[in-house]
């Protein structure tokens, strides 16, 4: 048997993406959890749909801050 290294230890590969839950954003972004289904309906938040479960890829809430920044310094 092969011992195993801790898991907070272990690298996921960079190109793995990341899905973010909606309470996740909403801690990342701290609004409400109807702010962020709003962002989600409007479509300025891209998401995926797994069965019941929403999830948000960590690429589109990067782009979602990064336009926002944008939008805001013009």
């Known amino acids: 048997m092969t ?8 690298r996921r590969p960079s190109t793995m993406e ?4 909606v309470p996740q954003v909403m801690a990342r972004l ?3 959890r109807s702010a ?12 995926i ?3 019941r ?4 890829p960590t690429h589109a809430l990067n782009d979602f801050i ?3 920044l944008e939008q805001e310094a013009a």
Request: zero cysteines; aromatic letters at 2%.
């Open 66 to 68: 990064r336009t926002r």
């Open 30 to 32: 701290q609004l409400g």
């Open 53 to 56: 479960a929403r999830r948000i």
């Open 18 to 21: 990341e899905l973010l839950t």
């Open 3 to 10: 011992a195993q290294p801790p898991t907070s230890l272990v």
């Open 49 to 51: 749909t797994l069965g």
């Open 36 to 47: 962020v289904y709003d962002l989600l309906r409007t479509r300025q938040l891209a998401s």
